[in-house]
């Protein structure tokens, strides 16, 4: 039996078995990613659309996600591929040294390329394909970004920092009550901001949901902590639409845009989102 390091589950699996997250398995006593170089997903996005509105604003960025999650959000908006497993979806194998050599294409390109995001679904379950990838980008002068739901251990997140340059964390709500409705750690989560936001670029991302973590208590107490960190994070409030196994009505508009008014009495920098 091996334990996974990489999130706060420590799933203990036996030779063969599968974690939590659908993309780590026990394999030779060592928990590996089955995911290390499955790609389900790769475009040249906008980097405001990770959403980054702060770092390098205006430019593209390669995009790229495997399968699985670490999180169980009811209201998932890339459950297809998220939610999967290995035998579950189409997939697509690339070497990081192919994918460092696409982005570097990309960049010298009319519409440019910033270097690679790892997003669409959780990156730090393939932890060690994050990680060679980062190397190389770091070494042809590209960026790194993750867009993450931050529940990764502190341990691996210290080693790996130094190769990321920007993150958008979503913290999902504010209290762990909001985190077991969606299947993680609050203290996790906050703990990877807090070790995060000074070693590389951050910004936050909180989805509202009615009746969930809409409350102006909540948004109250969260722009605060956010704030005791360095009131220059930037935070984006987005307004949730049905999706997945979630059948709650959209965030009205005007609770997006309360929210924010909220937040704005601690944080400089506030955006909304999908209104």
Request: aromatic share 10%; net charge negative.
């Amino acid at each position: 039996m091996a334990e996974c390091s990489i999130c706060p589950r420590r799933c203990k699996l036996n030779e063969g078995q599968i974690g939590f997250c659908k993309a780590r398995a026990c394999i030779d006593g060592v928990v590996r990613p089955i995911n290390y170089g499955k790609i389900t997903s790769i475009a040249l996005d906008p980097i405001e659309k990770k959403p980054l509105y702060h770092f390098y604003s205006g430019q593209k960025i390669l995009s790229v996600g495997s399968f699985g999650c670490n999180l169980r959000c009811p209201f998932c908006q890339n459950y297809e591929i998220s939610m999967a497993g290995y035998n579950e979806i189409g997939l697509q194998n690339i070497t990081p040294s192919q994918l460092v050599e696409l982005a570097q294409k990309m960049a010298h390109e009319p519409r440019g390329n910033l270097g690679v995001a790892f997003t669409y679904n959780e990156p730090f379950i393939g932890y060690e394909f994050v990680r060679d990838c980062a190397v190389l980008l770091r070494q042809a002068g590209l960026k790194t970004v993750l867009v993450t739901n931050g529940h990764i251990n502190k341990e691996p997140l210290i080693d790996l920092l130094p190769l990321i340059d920007a993150m958008n964390v979503d913290l999902k709500g504010f209290s762990q009550e909001y985190y077991d409705y969606v299947g993680g750690s609050f203290d996790c989560v906050k703990q990877t901001i807090a070790t995060a936001y000074d070693k590389c670029h951050i910004e936050v991302t909180t989805l509202i949901v009615p009746g969930k973590n809409d409350s102006a208590e909540q948004m109250e107490a969260e722009a605060s902590w956010l704030a005791s960190l360095s009131p220059e994070i930037p935070l984006h409030i987005s307004r949730y639409f049905p999706r997945y196994k979630c059948i709650i009505e959209p965030t009205p508009v005007e609770t997006v845009l309360q929210l924010c008014d909220v937040a704005r009495k601690h944080l400089n920098y506030v955006h909304a989102g999908n209104i």
